[in-house]
Nanobody, 126 residues
Framework: QVQLAESGGGSVQPGGSLTLSCEAS????????IGWFRQAPGKEREEVSCISTNDGYTYYKGPFKGRFTIGREGAGAYLQMNNLQFDDTAVYYC?????????????????????WGKGTTVTVSS
């Protein structure tokens, strides 16, 4: 079965960088959408970014463009985060869904992810 495991979280000072990894296994299709999400304390989960495994298409929600970078890493994906600020403190989750003919791009699947990791915590503090 599909398994996702995040790693790379930790504590960082404002302005610092972290790279999160999502180790994936059990994919039976080359057409997968892998996404990163986060949930800050007391807030709802929000979409961050996604990548399509078939062609490497990437998508970023507006606030993360230019500051976060998603890429493939083995069967999974990484999320490089730069210039981290206090409000980036959150649990970051990796998720995946099999892409079908319904949506051409990974962004179409962000609201309908099938598989989820357990999350990794990022804390930005001085």
């Amino acid at each position: 079965q599909v398994q996702l495991a995040e790693s790379g979280g930790g504590s960082v000072q404002p302005g610092g960088s972290l790279t999160l990894s999502c180790e994936a296994s059990g994919f039976t299709s080359n057409f997968m959408a892998i996404g990163w999400f986060r949930q800050a304390p007391g807030k709802e989960r929000e979409e961050v970014s996604c990548i399509s495994t078939n062609d490497g298409y990437t998508y970023y929600k507006g606030p993360f463009k230019g500051r976060f970078t998603i890429g493939r890493e083995g069967a999974g994906a990484y999320l490089q985060m730069n210039n981290l600020q206090f409000d980036d403190t959150a649990v970051y989750y990796c998720a995946a869904a099999r892409m079908t003919t319904r949506y051409r791009y990974c962004s179409g699947y962000l609201r309908d992810m099938t598989y989820w990791g357990k999350g990794t915590t990022v804390t930005v503090s001085s």
